[in-house]
């Protein structure tokens, strides 16, 4: 599958592999489907309780993408589980601010990743 690998910076044609490859320590994740870059070794989840359940959750990240983008959720996602926020009221208001439609699983650099970590800090503050 034609996949952006940041790592690489281009479209890559990925290898569907699975948690066994990905997490060998993690047993709970060996049958779990991943897509993975062999130039760079970076690798990206999928969306494996849905029907499509190799659509990957996004674009391959790099390891420190892999930390921004979760960096972002730790604050993001208390925000709509334990506040009366409701997910998509919060996101839609990210995304006006962003210009563009968000999901974490897009951001393809760190540079973008800072940006929206700003708003996120911003949408908690208010």
Known sequence: MKIYCCGCEKEIEARLTNG???YSHRVDLKDIPFWKCDVC???VGCHHKTKDST???GSIPTSELRAARRKIHDILDPLWR???VY???L???LS???GYQFHSGELNSL???ERVYKIVVELENE
């Open 96 to 98: 006006n601010r962003l």
């Open 41 to 43: 070794k970076n690798y």
């Open 55 to 57: 659509k990957p959750l």
């Open 87 to 89: 997910r998509g009221s």
């Open 91 to 93: 996101y839609k208001k």
């Open 111 to 113: 540079e973008e990743a």
């Open 20 to 22: 066994g490859e990905i």
């Open 82 to 84: 334990h506040k009366s």
